[in-house]
């Protein structure tokens, strides 16, 4: 009888901590795919109609395209459109109609703000939307990883 209790006792230990542990339904932490980035745009021809506050959506670049946001004259923040919940899904945010600067996962409905660095503001995504590097020589916007 001992022997058996010694044996089931062993097995809990075992076993258990993998029945317990919760499925992964969200994204714990990985990173979209890297893909290199190196463009530079000229601020008074390329990025001449994006005003303060606005945005730019730049196709066929990153991971499913990139977008610019202005936040000031000589000020541009960039990031990858893919919603950060499920990378692998490889879903792209869309521009909520509605909302100026914010994006939405067409999926999940994850929300995020350009505003706010591109942080998830509702929805299930806890990682905002990944930012490439933006610096400004000249008038040329240089964005890159
Ligand atoms: S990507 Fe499939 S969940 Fe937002």
Redesign the pocket.
Known sequence: MRKFLLIISVLIILILPGLVTPSCDTNQGQIIPYVQVDLYLLLYADLADVGIGGTKLIPGEGVNGIVLYRESDLLFYAYDLT?T??PE?D?AVVEDPAFFGVFE?P??G?TYLLMNGGEPNSGP?RYPLVEYHTSIQGDVLHVYN
């Open positions: 919603c919940l499920w899904h879903e996962c999926d999940c994850s995504a």
